[in-house]
Antibody, heavy 123, light 107 residues
Framework: QLQLQESGPGLVKPSETLSLTCTVS??????????WGWIRQPPGKGLEWIGS???????YYNPSLKSRVTLSEDTSKNQFSLKLSSVTAADTAVYYC???????????????WGQGTLVTVSS | AVRMTQSPSSFSASTEDRVTITCRAS??????LAWYQQKPGKAPKLLIY???TLQSGVPSRFSGSGSGTDFTLTISWLQSEDFATYYC?????????FGQGTKLEIK
């Protein structure tokens, strides 16, 4: 069964770049059937979609974060990654990676999700 | 962006109750709506997609309805494991957006 696992530093200094990787097991990210996305959740708050990437390199970003976000993928390692630059305390959150299906060109819901990783922005 | 508004934000109920959570979109989204359940310290879990289709493995006491701008999630016979926070999410247009969540607590 498909599993996703986020990894990366749990503490990032303000103004630096947050870098996370999602490793996928039990399935390939190099498939035409799915996009692979990132979602975050500040402590005690709701969910915010960050962006999603396709194996061909097609990427969609949330406009609210687009200027600071870079998504990439490495099909040889079955991983995709997130970089968020110029972080502030407002970027402190649990970051999730997730898969979403594509049907007739329409990108759909998120399922499954990784367990999430807490990233704290603090000096 | 499509704004998703859930109501109520929180409420208390007892096991075996029937509960309904509402999600309203700021513009029509057809049936491009999903519901998720999140328990403390865990990732969200997909319950329903396409506004009314139950994800495989999800108990049949969960049901969803609606289209356009108004949607509901109903739990017909609350069980102890259902006390959690529920989120709706639209995938009609970018950016994908979520409701603010509804926290269901034990009375």
């Amino acid at each position: 069964q498909l599993q996703l696992q986020e990894s990366g530093p749990g503490l990032v200094k303000p103004s630096e770049t947050l870098s996370l990787t999602c490793t996928v097991s039990g399935g390939s990210i190099g498939t035409s059937s799915y996009y692979w996305g990132w979602i975050r959740q500040p402590p005690g708050k709701g969910l915010e979609w960050i962006g999603s990437i396709y194996y061909s390199g097609s990427i969609y970003y949330n406009p609210s974060l687009k200027s600071r976000v870079t998504l990439s993928e490495d099909t040889s390692k079955n991983q995709f990654s997130l970089k968020l630059s110029s972080v502030t305390a407002a970027d402190t959150a649990v970051y999730y990676c997730a898969r979403h299906p594509v049907v007739r060109g329409v990108i759909l819901w998120f399922d499954p999700w990784g367990q999430g990783t807490l990233v704290t922005v603090s000096s | 962006a499509v704004r998703m508004t859930q109501s109520p934000s929180s409420f208390s109920a007892s096991t075996e109750d029937r509960v309904t959570i509402t999600c309203r979109a700021s513009q029509g989204i057809g049936s491009f709506l999903a519901w998720y359940q999140q328990k403390p310290g865990k990732a969200p879990k997909l319950l329903i997609y396409g506004a009314s289709t139950l994800q495989s493995g999800v108990p049949s006491r969960f049901s969803g309805s609606g289209s356009g701008t108004d949607f509901t999630l109903t739990i017909s016979w609350l069980q102890s494991e259902d006390f959690a926070t529920y989120y709706c999410q639209q995938y009609y247009s970018y950016p994908y957006t979520f409701g603010q969540g509804t926290k269901l607590e034990i009375k």
